[in-house]
């Protein structure tokens, strides 16, 4: 399953800018946007209402990890917001995602974050002593949350094919780290186009940057877009 709309990350400070971005694109030009950590920390549930009231679907990238119990409970009271997606770290455990599943329901999508793509395996294998690779480790976490009933993983685009090979058929490697031909890649180190990860069988793309600092983001969005979806499989 491939989603159409590239998932924009919402990389930004403040709701007064995030009003200012959206409204660039169209009233009926709906889209699927990505609300972290820095937004959601300094503006709480009512961006997401907000997001929500323009009828945009919304991916919470909030990688919860704590307890099962603790786990359980934030993910009951973000089931309320009505978010579209949401996610946890792998490394909380097999309990601790199952927790989060009770918590959210079935409604949203649930996945989960491996290795984050900053963490070197030089860096896992001293700071988290696993002695294994980073790709062995990556789809060990995968199959994990597979078989506690999350919905799919966050993992770099070189990863999706032995993800894939791991997991049921429709579990979801949603993959940011995209560029298109040519674009500045900034700090992100190992990056595909969108037709690439159509290619290589990614589910959704994160894209942030190449729309949200664009001169005209809207064109940007949709050129990327084009790409992904325009790309047969
Ligand atoms: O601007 P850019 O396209 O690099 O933004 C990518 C988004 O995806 C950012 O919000 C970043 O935090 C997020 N992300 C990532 N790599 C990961 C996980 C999340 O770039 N492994």
């Known amino acids: ?74 993910m009951r009271v973000l089931a309320t917001l009505g978010v579209d997606m949401t996610n946890v770290h792998a490394a909380g455990g097999f309990e601790m995602m199952q927790a989060a599943r009770r918590g959210l329901g079935q409604q949203a999508r649930l996945i989960a974050v491996t290795q984050l793509t900053s963490t070197s395996e030089e860096q896992m294998q001293s700071d988290q002593n696993i002695q294994t690779s980073l790709q062995e480790s990556v789809v060990h976490y995968a199959r994990l949350a597979d ?9 770099s685009a070189q990863e999706v094919g032995l993800i894939k090979e791991a997991t049921q058929p429709d579990f979801i490697c949603l ?10 890649i900034g700090d992100q180190k190992r990056v595909m186009t969108p037709g ?33 979806s325009g790309h047969d499989q």
């Open 1 to 74: 399953m491939r989603e159409l709309s590239p998932i924009i990350a919402l990389d930004f400070a403040s709701l007064e800018e995030v009003k200012a971005f959206l409204a660039q694109f169209p009233a009926d030009e709906h889209l699927f946007v990505k609300v972290g950590m820095e937004l959601y920390y300094a503006e709480g549930p009512a961006v997401i209402r907000y997001i929500k009231s323009l009828g945009h679907r919304i991916f919470l990238d909030l990688k919860l990890h704590d307890i099962p119990h603790t786990v359980e409970s934030a």
């Open 196 to 228: 690439q990860a159509a290619q290589i069988g990614s589910s959704y793309i994160v894209v942030g940057r190449p729309i949200t600092q664009a001169d005209h983001p809207l064109q940007a969005y949709q050129a990327i877009k084009q790409e992904w």
């Open 147 to 155: 078989r506690a009933g999350l919905d799919g993983v966050v993992c």
């Open 175 to 184: 993959t940011p780290g995209i560029r298109p031909s040519g674009s500045d």
